[in-house]
């Protein structure tokens, strides 16, 4: 099993840029599958990104073309580079690793994001 730390949230206005991190320790990091996912209060939690231990990534439709994720397997870390932010990207954002699928396995404690003027 793998323990992840997620940072780099915070706030940041309309049309801005952040970049989450999320520290894996505890097992083979580049075998992984890796996500980003995000909850909004009084939604579900819904997939934001995922990039396979070959480097093969997958967004969620209202993110394409905004948000990149990436990994560096020598640091065991994953990120998700943020741009044009908008309001309704304002959510809990929780890292994610398995060895088979997106959505199992281990949880980051997740990091907040607000997007707001």
């Known amino acids: 099993q793998v323990q992840l730390v997620e940072s780099g949230g915070g706030l940041v ?3 801005g840029s952040l970049r989450l991190s999320c520290a894996a320790s ?8 890796m996500g980003w996912y995000r ?3 009084g939604k579900q939690r819904e997939l934001v990104a995922g990039i396979t231990s070959g480097g093969s990534t997958m967004y969620g439709d209202s993110v394409k073309g905004r948000f990149t994720i990436s990994r560096d397997n020598a640091k065991n870390t994953v990120y998700l ?3 044009s932010l908008k309001p309704e990207d304002t959510a ?8 088979m ?3 199992r396995g281990s949880w980051g404690q997740g990091t907040q994001v607000t997007v707001s003027s």
């Open 39 to 41: 909850q909004a209060p």
């Open 13 to 15: 206005q309309p049309g």
């Open 92 to 99: 809990v954002y929780y890292c994610n690793a398995d060895t």
């Open 101 to 103: 699928a997106l959505g």
């Open 26 to 33: 505890g097992s083979i990091f580049s075998t992984y599958l």
């Open 81 to 83: 580079q943020m741009n």
